[in-house]
C-alpha cells in the first residue's frame, strides 16, 4: 500500500494563478482532510470528507475549494492565489467508523510558495 | 474553545537524558488526546494515543484532567528520538483533530 500519496512536492505560483493539489489514498478509508500548516503553527483544518459526494468546511477554507468524487481522491483547488496561501499543505486519511481509534494517517505535504 | 498548547517550540536534551514534552488542552468535555511526531524526511505518524495506555518507542503520555495536561514522557533518550512532536485532540467532533503548534526535540550526543 502507497498509504496517502500528494502531489506535487514542491510548487511556486504567482498572485492569481490557480492550482489543484492531488491527494489520493488506498486503504479504502471514508474520510480525508486537508490541512495547511503555517511556520510555527498547528495544523489548521481546510476541508474535510466523510465520504465520496460529501464535504464540509473547516476552519480556515477560504479561498479553497474541494470535490470528493471517489472514495480514493480528493484534490484541493486554490484559486485565485495569494501570498497568504504559502503553506505546506497536507492530505490525510483516517477510517473512524473502523474503530481504529481516529488515527489519521498523512501525505508527505505539498509546499506551496505565492509570490 | 477548544486549543492545545505547547509551550516549548524546541527542547534540548543529551542523549540518556529524561525527555518530557509539554502539552496543555483546553476542553470541557472528556477529549480524546494523541501525539504525532514528523521525523526528518518522513511524514507525520501517530506515536501514540491516551486511551490505549501504551509505550511506544519507550515514550508514555498519561492524561491528567485535573491540570488538563498531556505530557509526553521518555525516561532516557535517544538520539533517533530527534524530531518534531505534536500534541492533537479530538473534541467534539469524531473526525477534527485540533493540533498544537508542535516541539521541535533535539537529542544531543
Known amino acids: 500500500n502507497a498509504g496517502v500519496t500528494q502531489t506535487p512536492k514542491f510548487r511556486i505560483l504567482k498572485i492569481g494563478q490557480s492550482m489543484t493539489l492531488q491527494c489520493t489514498q488506498d486503504?479504502?478509508?471514508?474520510?480525508m482532510y486537508w490541512y495547511r500548516q503555517d511556520p510555527g503553527m498547528g495544523l489548521k483544518l481546510i476541508y474535510y470528507?466523510?465520504?465520496?459526494?460529501?464535504?464540509d468546511k473547516g476552519e480556515v477554507p477560504n479561498g479553497y475549494n474541494v470535490s470528493r468524487s471517489t472514495t480514493e481522491d480528493f484534490p484541493l483547488r486554490l484559486e485565485l492565489a495569494a501570498p497568504s496561501q504559502t503553506s505546506v499543505y497536507f492530505c490525510?486519511?483516517?477510517?473512524?467508523?473502523?474503530?481504529?481509534?481516529?488515527?489519521?494517517?498523512f501525505g508527505p505535504g505539498t509546499r506551496l510558495t505565492v509570490l | 474553545a477548544q486549543r492545545v498548547t505547547q509551550p516549548e517550540k524546541l527542547l534540548s536534551v543529551f542523549k540518556g537524558a529524561p525527555v518530557e514534552l509539554k502539552c496543555n488542552y483546553s476542553?470541557?468535555?472528556?477529549?480524546?488526546l494523541f501525539w504525532y511526531v514528523q521525523y526528518s524526511r518522513q511524514r507525520l505518524q501517530l506515536l501514540l494515543r491516551h486511551i490505549s495506555r501504551e509505550s511506544i518507542k519507550g515514550f508514555t503520555a498519561d492524561l491528567n484532567k485535573g491540570e488538563t495536561s498531556f505530557h509526553l514522557k521518555k525516561p532516557f533518550a535517544q538520539e533517533e528520538d530527534s524530531a518534531m512532536y505534536y500534541c492533537a485532540l479530538i473534541g467534539d467532533s469524531n473526525y477534527q483533530l485540533i493540533w498544537g503548534a508542535g516541539t521541535k526535540l533535539i537529542i544531543k550526543p
Open positions: 476542553y470541557s468535555g472528556s477529549p480524546e
Open positions: 490525510a486519511s483516517s477510517s473512524p467508523d473502523r474503530g481504529a481509534y481516529n488515527e489519521q494517517f
Open positions: 486503504m479504502n478509508h471514508n474520510y
Open positions: 470528507s466523510v465520504g465520496a459526494g460529501i464535504t
